[in-house]
């Protein structure tokens, strides 16, 4: 009997906290349609429990303040991206291939998925106000660098990437990319991003793959000596 007693508390733990888990979710999302559809302006308590239908209180119990609440988002947000990452095997590809596969994912990211605008608004809004949210924006982003710093490494250590190139002012260069995006995107919703995409791939494979070895050069080489 003690024992049963033991299982029905411990499951009920899990059902409480499982359902805490589904509700802080379901705030989040509300906040990210908000910030979609209104603007970060329009990101109160009372909206986000309204397009939730969730309780004010519940929103405060949550996250405490509005700062706590974006804080929340943005960590959802930031995630998205490495998650579809990580189920495309991108490290699983060589360097220069990966290197593409990772800025297009962030780039289509953006333009197909109202997450990525979301986190752009914001972005747009810490850096008008000078927000405190500049501190995780900036974390953010060189955690980004960071990323493609070693995936540009590996792909000179594999030969399939230009060695006389910086690692990190080409990862400056790919997230320069994915901000112009972005808010191109932000200010014209309707932009053929399908042509941006066959621009940037081109453009990036020509300026930083590897030229192709010629084989049998050093043959030919030794022939005539």
């Known amino acids: 009997m003690a024992r049963t007693k033991q299982i029905a508390a411990r499951s009920k733990r899990r059902s409480q906290a499982e359902r805490r888990l589904q509700s802080s979710a379901g705030l989040v999302k ?7 559809a209104e603007g970060v302006g329009a990101t109160t308590f009372e909206t986000i429990a309204r397009r939730g239908n969730y309780s004010r209180a519940l ?3 949550r996250f405490g303040s509005k700062q706590g609440l974006i804080e929340a988002v943005i960590a959802y947000l930031r995630a ?8 495309q095997r991108v490290d699983e590809l060589t360097g220069l291939e990966a290197l593409l596969a990772y800025i297009d994912i962030y780039v289509h990211h953006l ?27 900036f974390a953010e982003h060189e955690r980004f660098l960071g990323r493609v710093t070693d995936i540009v490494r590996r792909g000179q250590a594999e030969g399939n990437i230009r060695r006389d190139i910086d690692p990190e002012v080409t990862a400056f260069t790919a997230a320069g990319l994915v ?10 919703p309707s932009i053929d991003i399908s042509s941006l995409q066959h621009s940037w791939v ?11 070895r010629k084989s049998g050069a050093g043959r030919a080489g030794a022939r005539h000596k």
Do not use: C, H
Not at 203 to 211: I, K, Q, R, S
């Open 80 to 87: 998205r991206p490495e998650a579809v990452a990580i189920e």
């Open 202 to 212: 081109k453009t990036l494979t020509t300026a930083f793959a590897a030229a192709p």
């Open 59 to 61: 929103v405060t119990k």
């Open 30 to 36: 509300a906040a990210i349609d908000v910030i979609s």
């Open 111 to 137: 333009a197909t998925d109202e997450n990525g605008q979301a986190y752009y608004r914001l972005l747009s809004s810490a850096l008008g106000d000078k927000s405190p949210l500049q501190t995780i924006f």
């Open 179 to 188: 901000f112009s995006t972005a808010m191109s995107i932000l200010l014209n």
